[in-house]
Structure formats: structure tokens, C-alpha cells
């Protein structure tokens, strides 16, 4: 996931290289501050803009800011850097009709010494005023790029400056300051907007099992250097909705608790563990990629003789005896053969989905590159998870960064959502069509912006072996719906894509609800034993013990659809307060929709039995309408810990009791210096048995800088009580 604070502090390194070199030439024609280094010096839009568009664009390597400026409101401060970023420029606008508009620095780059082509981060305001009197009237600093979406009046003189953070690194401490400016003054869009986007590429892989041995892996690979390995540790990036828009404070208390006090005969039984066994960790990276990674953004699917386990950067895939069958290998295996940003990167946010209806499977990761950012999809053409796919690379230039990108299967079509940034456009909605997509040939996905409004999407993913004629389905707790739960459809003509609609159909009210924890950014406020003690310097491996983050500002992984004939049910999860004291816990909810007349909501509840948090929630129902429960455990007195629950019957609690099916607390592992956990965990259902399997993180320090970044995989078959 995409971070505008990491990319200012040159975290993010998952874009591709170009050569220094003939940047360096490039830019050594420049020797002096651009025309429009100051507000008396502008360069002037048109006033016929934004119809047709203007564009502009400058390189700002001597562009200075003046200390005299108003400082841009929105900008996020960092000490000892200028309010307004290294580099500023100047436009000014006297529009000749009133209007909404949309001012972008969408395109914008910058180099990072010899690693490669980024966004540049930048932030930008509007001001009216003459050039020593200025009133900021609008401003915007989300992402990298940025789009000010806002209104204009006809007449009024504009005075608009864009300052840049040249990615951090650039000044004063490389040959390379500032970027390539690029600013687009174009009509506001108006959503939803639709895109049709056809594959840029298309092609039928190998067998997987061709590309590696059985042991080809961690144990395999080069062991890596320990002290090159400490100064290469990656962060994929993550900027959250409530850095955006806020964290959702809705309630005037808590949300509800599961179980009432001293409520007797509530619960029937534990579940029974079939197997536990280690899925990937942060050690095969360092042997398979040279690197070290956080947060795993662990995921899992169940098909009908294999588990298959992706995470930042890796996939591994067992037989369902827990024995590994192929890897851990690079991700973008999947692609091997397409070419372009999906076979040449690997850039993480990792999906894969097993459609029963089909016996397929589905992987993906998204694409970071410069210009160019991107899905890229993989379908199998069989039930075999190491046979081939039928790949697909789905190319987002023009619309944005993909980010967190989820999907689900459902009748006809696959479904699609993605986080929007850079700039920063709400949620992204689409679907493709699933015939086309397990085929040989091209693909079609249409797709939705939604605009900052709209946040926090799930797509509905079906299990079971029919789901039959129900519309692609998206569920949200959005920031602007208050206690509720917003429901969009799209109805798809994939014959002509561009008559393809989007609505919002339902909107389900809840119980209040409560996702601001904490005041720390992303909710960052989970604690571990210790958590916020250390950072010794003169001790290695004293780094501070993390407070882990939360991600309350969005539904969890999965939205899981079954088809019970004259009955469709759905029901998902997310992270709340639960007792209005910070403390998290999982506020779960089943909807039904009967006969086909809509959504409504049928149970819901937070489950927190305890003192300790519970959070990174995942959840699922079984063929037989059991419905299994995960998520990880921590407080200051626990360790991270992986619970499993369950309910049975028509209650309304999580009546089977809680197991803790991986105790921290026999290890005491906490992780160090990154509160990065998740980003989401994956509860499934077996096709076969109709078990229930989960996967997600622990603590374990790895092998080379310790609790530093030190993660691994659990994966957890059990059924609930009474199943045979």
C-alpha cells in the first residue's frame, strides 16, 4: 500500500529503475530558478481553461520557496523541512466562466539518485489576493500526486502554488533536487466516472510447476548478508482513509459487546484444531529476495487438494496435509512470459481467491511503476495451482494507483475494488467478465471511480458451487454514511461495456459504532507487552517495541457471499472500539437478501470477550450456515496471539468459545521499530469438508536484525463443535 509520509522518508523502492545518468544530462541544462519561481512572476493558465486543458510543465531543480508565503495549510509538517517542500512555483488564473475544476499534478516525477524514476510528492493551494496579500481559498496534500477538485468563480484572479518534497531525498542530499513539475488545470470529474479498460497485455503462462522444483525456495536460495540485509528492509507503503478524511467517531459510546456478563449457557464448546502449520515468513524474502519486508499482507485460499498462501513478496502452495508442493517463490512468477510491469516487478498487496464454481484459481498484486501503475491478474486453467494461467495486465495510467486491491467471484463476473491515490479519487469499483478472464485472449474491466467520498469497500466473493443470478456486489461501513452499511451494485453488459452501470441500491443501518482508537496516525495504538520501551541505540536489536496499527477505517477482508437457494447471505467484519477506551474489537455482521429483494441486516455483533484487543478480523460461513471467526490478540500483559471463534445455530454471539489456536505468549516475540500488522488476514471454507482454515501473522524475530521486522505465517485448519 501506497504512504505518503514513507515515500518523503524514500521508503518505497518498488518502482522501476531508469538510468541516472541521462537524467543527469537532462537536467544539467537547467542552471537557474524557472520564470515562475515566485507569485510576481506566474506563469499565466488562459482563461479559456480548463476548456480546452491546460498543461504545464517545469523543471523545478532551482526553484526556490520564499519564506514570506503563506504556508499551505494542508501541508503535513515535518520538523526542519520548509513548510512548502524544497521547491515552489507560481501560476496565476482568471477563469472566464465559473465552474468546478480540477487543478492535478498527476504525472509528476522525480529521480532518486540511482534507484529509479518516483511521483514526486507534492502539495498545492489556491489563493485569491494580490501576491502580499494572499487568502488561501483551497488546498490539497493526500498523496504523491494531487488533485484540487474545487469551484471557481468567473472574473476572480487565482494565484496557485505547488510546492514539492522531490521524494525526500533529492535535496539537500543528492545531485538530483526537485522534479519534473507537471500541472493539468481540466474539468472536475464528475462521479462515479467510468473507465473501460481493455488488458494492455494478454498470455497463456507455463506450468508454474515448470518454472521451480518442489524445493526451490528459502532453503535453496543464497543465504543472505545479515548487515546488508539491515539496511535493505522494505516497507511496502500504506496511506489509510483516515488520513484522508478522519477516523469514523460515530458513537456517543461503545460498540455493543458480544456477550452479555454472567450470561449463562452462551457458549457451546471450543473449536477443534485439525492442524496447525508455518506458512511463509520474513526469513524466505531475505533468502529468496535479499530483503526484508513489512507488514506480510498475508492471505490464503483452500481448493479442493491444495492451500495456497501468498504474502509480501512470496507464494507458497501446500497440499492440504500442510506439505509444501512448490515455493516459497516471487510472486510475479505468475506472470512470467507477459512481459511488462507484471513480470518485471513485484510489488506486493498479494490476492488469491479459489472460485468453487469453476475450480480456478485467481492471484494477483498490483503494479507500481512510473508513469505507469497497474492490476495484474492470473486466472488458472485448471483446478491446479501449479499449472498455467491465463495472465492479464491491466494498465491504470490516467486513473490513478490501485491500492489495496481486493476481488470476488460472483455469477458472470469477477469483481474488483481498489483504493485510489495518487491523487487521491475514493474507492474504485469494477467488475470483469469471468468467461472472457478463463479463457485464452484479452479481458475487459470496467471500472468505476467513486470519488473522496467513498471509502472502505469490500467486494462480495462467493463460496459454494453456485451463486445464481445476483449482480457484483460491494459493501462499505463508509467515512459519510454514518452508523450504516452502503450497498453497491453493478449491473455489467460486457457485450457493450460502456452501457456497463454503477448504483448505491441499499443502505443498512447498524449499531453505532466506533473506529477512532486512538489519536496516532492509522490507529497505531495496539499495544504489546512493552510496547513503546527500548530504542537503545548503543544495543542492536533495541529498537522500540511497536504499537501495532489497527486499520479500523475500512471493512476487513472477506465480504463472503453463499447461495442458500431462496435466501443469499453475506457477512463481513471490520475493527471497532468496543468499550469506548481504545480497546479493539471485531464488530462482525450477516446480511441476507431474500428472494432477491435486497439487502438487509439479519445479525450483528462486536466480538471482544475480554480486556485484550482483538483486530485484523477475518470471516466466514460454512456450507451448513456455521459461521468461523479469526483474528490476532494482543494487550500490554499478551503477547501477539492468533484466536478462532465461532457460532452455531440462530444466536446472535460468537457462542462457540474463543481457542487461541497460536498463544504468543510461549515465545514472548514482539515486534520491533515497524507497528506495521496485516494488512488483512484471509478466513476460507473448504470445498470438500467444509472446515474452516485461517491464515495470518505473528511475532518471530528473523534470523538476521531479530524482532526487527520479524514476522511469520500461521495456517489454521479447524472445524467447530459437533462436526464430524
Excluded at 506472470?335 to 490476492?351: K, R, V, Y
Excluded at 469490500?458 to 457484483?472: E, L, M, Q, S, Y
Excluded at 517495541?545 to 476487513?556: K, T
Excluded at 515486534?671 to 488483512?680: M, S
Aim: aromatic share 10%; with cysteine; charged share 20%.
Amino acid at each position: 500500500m501506497r504512504d505518503k509520509q514513507s515515500n518523503k522518508f524514500g521508503i518505497s523502492s518498488l518502482l522501476f529503475m531508469v538510468s541516472s545518468a541521462l537524467l543527469m544530462a537532462s537536467g544539467s541544462a537547467y542552471a537557474q530558478a524557472p520564470p515562475n519561481d515566485s507569485c510576481d512572476t506566474a506563469t499565466v493558465i488562459p482563461s479559456s481553461a480548463p476548456n480546452p486543458v491546460f498543461t504545464d510543465n517545469v523543471l523545478t531543480t532551482d526553484a526556490t520557496p520564499d519564506p514570506a508565503d503563506p504556508a499551505l495549510s494542508c501541508n503535513l509538517q515535518i520538523p526542519g523541512w520548509p513548510a512548502d517542500g524544497f521547491h515552489t512555483v507560481w501560476y496565476e488564473w482568471t477563469p472566464a466562466e465559473s465552474g468546478s475544476v480540477n487543478i492535478s499534478t498527476f504525472i509528476s516525477s522525480t529521480v532518486d539518485g540511482d534507484r529509479g524514476v518516483f511521483e514526486l510528492d507534492t502539495a498545492h493551494g489556491m489563493y485569491t489576493g494580490a501576491c502580499d496579500a494572499l487568502v488561501e481559498v483551497a488546498c490539497v496534500d493526500i498523496g504523491l500526486n494531487d488533485e484540487l477538485i474545487t469551484e471557481v468563480e468567473a472574473g476572480v484572479t487565482y494565484r496557485i502554488k505547488v510546492g514539492e518534497f522531490a521524494n525526500g531525498l533529492a535535496h539537500p542530499y543528492g545531485p538530483f533536487a526537485g522534479g519534473d513539475l507537471s500541472l493539468t488545470v481540466k474539468p472536475a470529474p464528475v462521479f462515479p466516472e467510468q473507465f473501460v479498460i481493455e488488458s494492455v497485455r494478454h498470455n497463456v503462462s507455463a506450468p508454474i510447476s515448470s518454472l521451480f522444483t518442489a524445493s526451490a525456495g528459502a532453503e535453496s536460495a543464497t543465504a543472505p548478508d545479515a548487515a546488508a540485509l539491515a539496511e535493505s528492509v522494505m516497507e511496502i507503503p500504506n496511506l489509510m482513509g483516515e488520513e484522508v478524511m478522519g477516523a469514523l467517531d460515530l458513537s456517543d459510546g461503545p460498540s455493543p459487546g458480544s456477550l452479555v456478563a454472567g450470561e449463562k449457557g452462551a457458549y457451546r464448546g471450543s473449536p477443534k484444531v485439525l492442524q496447525s502449520f508455518d506458512g511463509g515468513e520474513n526469513d524466505d524474502n531475505a533468502f529468496v529476495l535479499q530483503t526484508l519486508i513489512a507488514p506480510p499482507d498475508t492471505i490464503g485460499d483452500v481448493g479442493k487438494e491444495h492451500y495456497v498462501q501468498m504474502y509480501n513478496l512470496l507464494t507458497e502452495i501446500f497440499d492440504k496435509n500442510g506439505n509444501t508442493v512448490l515455493g516459497p517463490f516471487p510472486s510475479n512468477a505468475f506472470f512470467a512470459g507477459l512481459g511488462g510491469q507484471c513480470e518485471f516487478t513485484n510489488s506486493g498487496d498479494p490476492i488469491v481467491l479459489y472460485d468453487e464454481e469453476t475450480d480456478r484459481w485467481l492471484v494477483s498484486q498490483f503494479a507500481a511503476g512510473f508513469p505507469q501503475d497497474g492490476l495484474c491478474i492470473a486466472i488458472s486453467a485448471s483446478g491446479d495451482p501449479t499449472g498455467s494461467y491465463y495472465q492479464y495486465e491491466f494498465d491504470f495510467t490516467g486513473i490513478g494507483f490501485p491500492d489495496y486491491p481486493k476481488y470476488g467471484f460472483a455469477s458472470g463476473s469477477i469483481n474488483v475494488m481498489a483504493n485510489m491515490f495518487s491523487p487521491f479519487a475514493g474507492a474504485g469499483l469494477g467488475v470483469i467478465d469471468k468467461a472472457e478472464a478463463m479463457e485464452e485472449g484479452p479481458a475487459t474491466m470496467v471500472f468505476f471511480r467513486l470519488g473522496p467520498t467513498e471509502f472502505g469497500f469490500i467486494p462480495g466473493d462467493n463460496d459454494g458451487p453456485v451463486f445464481d443470478n445476483t449482480k457484483p456486489t460491494f459493501f462499505t461501513n463508509n467515512f459519510f454514511s454514518g452508523n450504516a452499511i452502503d450497498v453497491w451494485e453493478i449491473t455489467p453488459d460486457f457485450a457493450n461495456p460502456e452501457n456497463t452501470t454503477i448504483a448505491e441500491v441499499k443502505k443498512i443501518e447498524v449499531s453505532p459504532f466506533d473506529t477512532d482508537l486512538c489519536d496516532a496516525p492509522r490507529e497505531r495504538c495496539i499495544t504489546q507487552p512493552g510496547s513503546g520501551t527500548g530504542d537503545d541505540p548503543e544495543t542492536p536489536g533495541d529498537e522500540t517495541i511497536a504499537f501495532l496499527e489497527a486499520i479500523a477505517d475500512r471493512m476487513m477482508h472477506r465480504a463472503q457471499t453463499r447461495d442458500f437457494g431462496d435466501t443469499k447471505q453475506a457477512i463481513m467484519s471490520h475493527t471497532v472500539d468496543a468499550d469506548g477506551t481504545g480497546k479493539a474489537g471485531v464488530r462482525w455482521y450477516e446480511l441476507r437478501n431474500h428472494k432477491d429483494r435486497g439487502w438487509e441486516l439479519k445479525k450483528e455483533n462486536t466480538f471482544s470477550p475480554d480486556g485484550d484487543h482483538r483486530w485484523m478480523g477475518s470471516i466466514a460461513m460454512t456450507a451448513s450456515g456455521e459461521t468461523c471467526l479469526g483474528y490476532s490478540i494482543s494487550s500490554e500483559t499478551t503477547y501477539p496471539s492468533i484466536g478462532v471463534a465461532g457460532r452455531k445455530g440462530t444466536s446472535n454471539h460468537m457462542n462457540v468459545r474463543e481457542l487461541v489456536a497460536f498463544d504468543g505468549n510461549v515465545l514472548a516475540n514482539v515486534q520491533r521499530q515497524t507497528g506495521r500488522w496485516g494488512d488483512y488476514s484471509s478466513m476460507n471454507i473448504d470445498p470438500v469438508d467444509d472446515s474452516c482454515w485461517y491464515t495470518t501473522e505473528y511475532a518471530k524475530p528473523n534470523s538476521f536484525i531479530g524482532e526487527r521486522f520479524g514476522w511469520a505465517n500461521k495456517v489454521i485448519q479447524f472445524q467447530l463443535p459437533g462436526k464430524k
